[in-house]
């Protein structure tokens, strides 16, 4: 089986938004829409206080509420793990939008430009009617993977099969790749590092790993 | 130019914006018209008159389907809801409607009909209400399968919906004229005002014991005050004012604060209460030479 997963070293992120911009750029979101995020927390008391950069966005996750809730099956899992929206199926009722723990879903019903009402030369290029009125989110460049599978390429490997987010990390703090393959980028990573997943309470087998430490020898 | 969204997702817990009050307001009109049913389903077997009942019901569940329409982004595919009966409560409560509109209004047409012996409003009348249990079901397995909202996934809300349901229905109902001096109505609304506001008190508790959001806790807690005097002490004083005295006001008073304060519990729900998880980490990243901390599944 394949299960495509993003891991965020949350050593190494800093904070940069550059992965945001990247996602932006590649999929063309709207002012607002921002399927790839990194939050900026402030987390513990006074005086053990520290500052974290979470990168967050969908999470792909093995068991996606979205899909359950959906009524009209517009959202779906693909065999790969990918969790994907048929934007000609969305009725845009927004029920995935709440079923969902990550915040990760958005839905545009006034499209806004970055300065105002009309759009810039390649805003016009990128918008999409489609994507009005529907839910959207994520997709992990799916179009990139497929073509770089289809390339004979590996994702999370070769850059054209990978998505933008990780191509564009200064500081390699995003790693994408097959969670059942021993040799992905994401399974070395994860089999090297101690690791947690957000919301686990949710019990939504999310596929977006963090890494905050590296394991102990021996342990590997 | 300011972006009025990015300010709204930060990593803290943040009030939804996906469903605004059309979608309450299905909440109200689903939940009232399908008590109205029910209550219709039972009174009718003591041959009191449920035609308003029935029309009103029907009404009150078609506007909160109205106002669905209105709030989906794309209306003209409305058609699809009914594409996911195998798991999307959504889909299920769309294909039930049509039962109900569909025995309902038999029984509000042929209300005064009989066929080979059997009434036909008593029989449609009683297919109509058990359909509206169903229906009222779905609408409270809708709400809790919103897990990215803890106000709606919390458990305790489903008994608490469909009580609601059952007791704004029957507030209006004991205004409809020919049921409003029956006492067994009076008494049965009083009783399930006393159900409601125990499982009003168990929602929030279980609320603060299932790590919702400050926010979402105090929407709730503050709301519960009001809530419990004006939605539920009141009106049963007013019953029992109405039943010593020997008056009608004051029970129509008390029926249509039970619904009243019914909508407002909703609208409070589904909308003011609705936070998002937030984004909590367990601990934090080693970095340089310091140590993770660890923070917990909550913050």
């Known amino acids: 089986m394949t299960r495509y997963v993003m891991v965020a070293d949350l050593q190494r992120c800093v904070g940069c938004q550059t992965c945001t911009a990247a996602c932006k ?72 939008a709440l079923a969902c723990p990550y915040d990760a879903r958005y839905k545009v019903e006034d499209p806004k430009f970055a300065y105002g009402d009309e759009p810039m030369p390649h805003e016009v290029h990128a918008f999409d ?16 993977v497929d073509e770089g599978i289809a390339a004979g390429l590996t994702p999370g490997v070769d850059p054209e099969a990978t998505p933008a987010c990780v191509n564009s990390c200064i500081s390699g703090a995003l790693i994408f790749g097959d969670r ?9 990573a994860l089999a090297e590092s101690e690791h947690f997943r957000m919301n686990e309470e949710a019990e939504t087998d999310p596929g977006f790993y963090y890494l905050w430490d590296k394991k102990a020898e021996g342990l590997q | 130019m300011k972006n009025p969204h990015a300010a709204k997702r930060g990593p803290r817990p943040r009030v939804q914006t996906n469903w605004d009050y059309r979608a309450a307001c299905n909440f109200i009109g689903g939940g009232t018209g399908t008590g109205l049913l029910i209550a219709a389903a ?26 669905v329409l209105w709030e989906i982004g794309r209306p003209w595919r409305s058609i699809n809801v009914f594409f996911n009966p195998k798991t999307s409560w959504m889909t299920r409560e769309g294909i039930l409607a049509m039962p109900l509109f569909f025995f309902g209004g038999v029984g ?36 809790n399968a919103s897990k990215g909202i803890r106000a709606w996934s919390e458990p305790s809300v489903r008994p608490y919906m469909f009580i609601t349901g059952v007791v704004e229905g029957l507030g209006l109902t ?52 009001q809530y419990f005097t004006a939605g539920h002490l009141l009106p049963i004083g007013l019953l029992v004012l109405a039943w010593l005295t020997s008056t009608l006001l004051p029970a129509y008073v008390a029926g249509i604060l039970a619904s009243a304060y019914g909508w407002y519990a909703k609208y409070t729900i589904v909308n003011r209460a609705a936070q998002t998880w937030g984004f909590a980490i367990p601990r934090t990243p080693v970095r340089g030479g310091g140590e993770s901390l660890v923070l917990g599944s909550q913050q």
Not at chain 1, 133 to 143: E, L
Request: with cysteine; net charge neutral.
């Open chain 2, 174 to 225: 004991l205004c409809l004229p020919g049921i409003g001096t029956n006492l067994g109505v009076w008494l049965a609304l009083a009783v399930l005002l006393i159900v409601r506001a125990y499982l009003w008190l168990a929602y929030g508790q279980n609320l603060h014991k299932n790590n919702a959001s400050v926010g979402t806790c105090k929407v709730i807690d503050q709301f519960g005050r």
């Open chain 2, 108 to 143: 509000v047409f042929f209300y005064d009909n009989v066929y080979q012996g059997i009434s036909i409003g008593l029989a449609t009348t009683t297919v109509a209400g058990i359909v509206a249990a169903g229906y009222l079901y779905c609408q409270l397995r809708m709400l």
């Open chain 1, 180 to 188: 059942d393959d021993p040799n992905s980028p994401a399974s070395r």
């Open chain 2, 42 to 67: 039972f009174l009718a077997w003591f041959d009191l008159p449920v035609l308003a009942s029935l029309l009103i019901g029907l009404t009150a569940v078609g506007f909160g389907l109205l106002m």
């Open chain 1, 25 to 96: 750029q590649a999929n063309g979101t709207l002012p607002g829409v921002q399927w790839r995020r990194v939050m900026d927390i402030e987390v513990g008391e006074f005086p053990n206080v520290k500052r974290v950069f979470l990168p967050t966005g969908c999470q792909h996750c093995g068991d996606p509420p979205c899909e359950t809730v959906c009524p009209t099956k517009a959202t779906y899992t693909r065999d790969d793990g990918m969790v994907m929206i048929d934007y000609d199926l969305c009725i845009g009722c927004a029920y995935c």
């Open chain 1, 129 to 144: 009617e489609k994507m009005i009125g529907v839910a959207q989110k994520c997709t992990f460049c799916v179009d990139t």
